[in-house]
């Protein structure tokens, strides 16, 4: 019985013994693993400050310089900001209709940019206080919604961080009356003087409150007090880059001259003097209203009286009813 059970001990004892050196193999290896890592992060503390630019710090906390590279490229920001973000933002020289944008990634995450730039009315109105306090800051004038992809975005971001510097203080809506004639400006508007390169008159989408204007459109904002909002900074920025969607493509190749921007700016900072209680966006006004009904219903009175006397003489009746006189012997039937 004992031989019998030999054989089934001896492979017991040869079993243990695989397990045992498996376990111990695996104790060498994470031996090694273990040893490994105190070695590196013990020589981590005696690297350079920042050999040839790296910092080990900087790269796990995300600023290492392949991080610089996928928050944008400065040279691609600033073709960006050239063209669709000067016209109301400037780095570094204060405000002017937005914020001045030096220093913008301090003072909001990138996160925050991200959802502000691409569509500010939607992101104030989901209830964000710095949102809101931007807006309320600035006239309670909204940002136009930008087609900028996230990278551009980071361009963009990148570019201003490359100028460096905080915001200017000072700047603002600058009120001084500008040069150029508000006459010549107000047919450039109406559009009975065409602008030289062919480009749209203001009056196809906006309104204005103004003696020497007969109407306008309602597609965007009343322009009645867009002086005060702006100054005539924002106004030449805006006419020379249009940053708004629509307009960009009214003026694409049609640009509007310097001179033509300078008789706009003093038509509309005319304006903004006259409607020192006119209501901002209320399209042509009630004024206008009043003038069309007005207007209307003594154009129809004049209309009617002036019928009446070219057709004075006209036949009162049809022949028939005449026939119908003489048959019954009618003898003084008037001709």
């Known amino acids: 019985m004992r031989v019998s059970r030999l054989p089934q001990m001896l492979n017991f004892g040869g079993h243990c ?30 690297l350079p400050a920042s050999p040839r630019g790296f910092n080990l710090n900087s790269t796990l906390s995300g600023n290492s310089v392949l991080g610089s590279l ?3 490229d400065p040279a691609e920001g600033k073709k960006i900001f050239t063209t669709v973000c ?6 570094g020289k204060g405000k002017l209709v937005g914020p001045d944008l030096a220093g913008v990634t301090k003072r909001r995450s990138r996160e925050w940019l991200h959802k502000f730039i691409p569509n500010s009315t939607k992101f104030i109105a989901s209830g964000d206080k710095d949102a809101k306090a931007v807006f309320e800051e600035f006239n309670k004038m909204v940002m136009p919604p930008q ?8 361009s963009v971001l990148a570019y201003i961080d490359s100028v460096g510097g905080d915001a200017a203080a000072g700047g603002g809506v600058d009120m001084s009356k500008p040069e150029g004639d508000p006459k ?3 047919q450039y508007f109406q559009g009975t003087r065409r602008l030289r390169n062919g480009g749209p008159s ?8 103004h003696p020497e204007v007969t109407g306008g ?5 009343d322009l009645t007090k867009v002086f005060g909002r702006m100054g005539a900074a924002g106004i030449k920025g805006i006419l020379s880059a249009p940053p708004f969607p629509l307009m960009k493509k009214a003026y694409d190749g049609r640009p509007i001259e310097a001179d033509e921007i300078a008789a706009l700016q003093a038509f509309f900072y005319d304006a903004n003097q006259r409607a020192s209680e006119a209501k901002a966006g209320v399209g042509m006004g009630w004024k206008y209203g009043l003038f069309l009904l007005f207007g209307g219903l003594g154009g129809l009175i004049v209309l009617l009286l002036l019928f009446g006397a070219l057709w004075k003489d006209r036949k009162s009746g049809p022949v028939n009813q005449r026939i119908f006189e003489r048959q019954l012997g009618a003898a003084d039937v008037k001709d």
């Open 184 to 186: 010549l400006g107000a």
């Open 86 to 91: 000067f016209a109301c933002h400037t780095v």
């Open 147 to 154: 087609a900028l992809s996230a990278a551009k975005i980071d």
């Open 17 to 46: 013994c695989l397990k045992m050196r498996g376990f111990f193999s695996m104790m060498r290896y994470s031996s090694v693993v273990v040893f490994a890592a105190g070695v590196l992060a013990w020589s981590a503390g005696f």
């Open 70 to 72: 996928k928050q944008g």
């Open 202 to 209: 203001c009056i196809s989408c906006h309104g204005m409150d």
């Open 217 to 221: 459109g309602t597609m965007a904002v």
